[in-house]
């Protein structure tokens, strides 16, 4: 069974930074690529970031490019967020995705995790 | 504001059939697949359609999807109280080089 597991939210102050990780199981990690989505409270789906099958590639939202990074350790099956500058506009709860083949099509998504930005 | 445009909001009668429009461009919807989403209050988002029609194992038939040109539509049939919740559609836009979901439709089955 495929399961994502994220962890690493919390309450930060405006300015700081958390790293957000998601624990994959149940596939073969490294044959995926991950993508991140985020969803403010009340609001609708936003597309992060994505990272290909071995890290070599990755893609950033405009509204975060420059703040976070994207990477992943397929020795230890997780895809990871690190957030830096956070800002109030970036509390949403994060979730992890896995796709369905190759395309963008999101078949699995974790349980998400709560980013609060405090101003 | 999203690059997909959505109802915001759409309501039909149990066992009635309802559908949900999704409106991008030639740089989403018009040169790559959609997908959709179903999402209930307080939990992630679900796949029911990808590739613009297929359906993933463990998904009914009463719910179905189309494209054309720069636009799709989710079709759900025999509507049931559990079919109320958010509706996504998703893809990717070539231009953006990101991913794009609309903004969400609130289906209440009345």
């Known amino acids: 069974e495929v399961q994502l597991v994220e962890s690493g939210g919390g309450l930060v102050n405006s300015g700081g930074s958390l790293r957000l990780s998601c624990a994959a199981s149940?596939?073969?990690?490294?044959?995926?690529?991950m993508h991140w989505v985020r969803q403010a409270p009340g609001k609708g789906l936003v597309w992060v970031s994505r990272?290909?099958?071995?890290?070599?590639?990755?893609t950033y939202a405009d509204a975060v490019k420059g703040r976070f990074t994207i990477s992943r350790d397929d020795g230890k099956n997780t895809v990871y967020l690190q957030m830096n500058s956070l800002r109030a506009e970036d509390t949403a709860v994060y979730y992890c995705?896995?796709?369905?083949?190759?395309?963008?099509?999101?078949?699995?998504w974790g349980q998400g995790t709560l980013v609060t930005v405090s101003s | 504001q999203s690059v997909l445009t959505q109802p915001p909001s759409v309501s039909a009668a149990p066992g009635q059939r309802v559908t949900i429009s999704c409106s991008g461009s030639?740089?989403?919807?018009?040169?790559?697949?959609v997908s959709w989403y179903k999402q209930l209050p307080g939990t992630a988002p679900k796949l029911l359609i990808y590739?613009?029609?297929k359906r993933p194992s463990g998904i009914p038939d009463r719910f179905s999807g189309s494209k054309s040109g720069t636009s799709a539509t989710l079709g759900i049939t025999g509507l049931q109280a559990g079919d109320e919740a958010d509706y996504y559609c998703?893809?990717?836009?070539?231009?953006?080089?990101?991913?794009?979901f609309g903004g969400g439709t609130k289906l209440t089955v009345l």
């Open positions: 995705a896995r796709v369905l083949g190759g395309g963008t099509c999101y078949a699995y």
């Open positions: 149940g596939f073969s990690f490294n044959t995926y690529w």
């Open positions: 990272i290909n099958t071995d890290g070599s590639t990755t």
């Open positions: 030639s740089s989403n919807i018009g040169n790559n697949f």
């Open positions: 590739d613009n029609n």
């Open positions: 998703g893809t990717w836009d070539t231009s953006l080089s990101a991913g794009v």
